[in-house]
């Protein structure tokens, strides 16, 4: 596929960031096998045609090609709801104490949960934003909307995660 020359230019660009594709697509697809596979199919097509990749931010060029394979995996398996949910426990910090490991815990779990029921274009600003730590023009890059409409879009989107978390709180409240 590549020649020597660009296979390494491929690997010193594209490869640093296969952690944030995989981030991508495990909270797109809300399972980790499905975003596996999408992500794996998502880095043959960032091979395949990187000789179109003019330069520029390498990361925000290989996202967007994850989101939109986890798009056309949406439309070709027609799923709303996936089976299998990211286990949050497996990626957080170790804590000593128990106590703060139990409402660490509860905590990861409210918001994952929460997280994982905004609407899919919240959801994607959320997770590029906060947990990728894309720029503003990165999101409008990858996800092929204005920059003015990312912002709104991350506005209304923390407005409702912060509501829904609100909410969730103050029913748990005695």
Request: glycine share 6%.
């Amino acid at each position: 596929m590549l020649q020597a020359e660009e296979k390494f230019r491929f690997e010193q660009l594209v490869l640093p960031h296969l952690d944030s594709a995989v981030n991508l697509a495990r909270w797109l697809l809300k399972n980790r096998s499905d975003a596996e596979d999408v992500v794996q199919e998502a880095m043959l097509r960032a091979c395949r045609f990187f000789d179109r990749f003019r330069g520029g931010d390498a990361r925000a060029w290989l996202l967007q090609i994850v989101r939109n394979s986890c798009y056309s995996w949406f439309e070709k398996n027609r799923r709303s709801e996936f089976m299998t949910e990211f286990d949050e426990e497996l990626h957080g910090p170790a804590v000593a104490d128990p106590e703060t490991l139990a409402a660490q815990a509860d905590d990861r779990r409210r918001l994952t949960k929460t997280l994982a029921g905004l609407p899919a274009r919240y959801r994607e600003v959320i997770v590029l934003r906060e947990l990728e730590g894309c720029s503003y023009k990165e999101i409008a890059e990858i996800t092929g909307i204005p920059i003015g409409t990312v912002m709104s879009t991350l506005s209304r989107a923390r407005q409702q995660l912060q509501g829904a978390l609100s909410g969730v709180a103050s029913k748990e409240a005695p």
